[in-house]
């Protein structure tokens, strides 16, 4: 079955201590990107990555890190949460750069206390 | 800087009340505008992509359209299933990749 797996599903921490939220795909897709999505705001554009060892900011990439090692995996850190990085997470991927039909995962509901 | 407009913000329908749904767009060039489905405590499931002014897709009850400068979600005849935020979402041309997402359309069909 076609998927992007996230984990965790959820993740209460406290502030300042790093974290990674990992995410793999296992459709072969080129691009993939992290979101963030919150009530008002909708989803922002963390960071997107559109091969290995290709990776560029989107709207929002303050206090993130990602790396693209390897094609199927693309991993969020957080090297040091704040409490408004508290929010839901997606990770997508889709088969070309144009960002056609993107599969989500199942997001990551993150709270930094 | 890319902009996506979403209204109304929410929409109550009749099952069976027809209705559209706007997304209105700046963008400095369109490589690509998306059209998702997102239910409550999941992600968004792709709906349609449209590149050019004029292009229309349909899927069951959904009927997607673009033109320079917003596209339209067409609801025919809906049904409770229907039910769930529509999010828009542009790409650029401009040398980078990245998409811009409106804040979506809850609509919720009544029975």
């Known amino acids: 079955e076609a998927q992007v797996t996230q984990n965790p599903r959820y993740l209460i921490t406290v502030t300042g201590k790093k974290l990674t939220v990992t995410c793999s795909q296992n459709?072969?897709?080129?691009?993939m990107s992290w979101y963030r999505q919150d009530p008002g705001l909708g989803l922002r554009q963390i960071y997107y990555?559109?091969?290995?060892?290709?990776?560029d900011k989107g709207d929002v990439p303050e206090g993130y890190k990602v790396s693209r090692k390897e094609k199927r995996n693309f991993p969020l850190i957080l090297e040091s949460p704040s409490p408004n990085q508290t929010s839901l997470y997606f990770c997508?991927?889709?088969?070309?750069?144009?960002?056609?039909?993107?599969?989500f995962g199942q997001g990551t509901r993150l709270t930094v206390v | 800087e890319d902009q996506v407009t979403q209204s109304p913000e929410a929409l109550r329908l009749q099952e069976g009340e027809s209705s559209s749904l706007n997304c209105s767009y700046t963008v400095s060039g369109l490589r690509g505008l998306f059209w998702y489905r997102q239910d409550p405590g999941k992600g968004p499931e792709f709906l349609f992509t449209l590149y050019s002014a004029g292009e229309e897709k349909e899927k069951e009850r959904l009927k997607a359209t673009l033109t320079k400068k917003e596209s339209f979600l067409h609801i025919t005849a809906p049904k409770p299933e229907d039910s769930a935020t529509y999010l828009c979402a542009v790409q650029s041309r401009e040398g980078y990749q990245k998409v811009t997402f409106g804040t979506g359309t809850k609509l919720q069909v009544i029975p």
């Open positions: 459709m072969n897709h080129e691009y």
């Open positions: 990555s559109m091969n290995v060892e290709v990776t």
């Open positions: 997508a991927s889709s088969p070309g750069t144009v960002n056609t039909e993107a599969f």
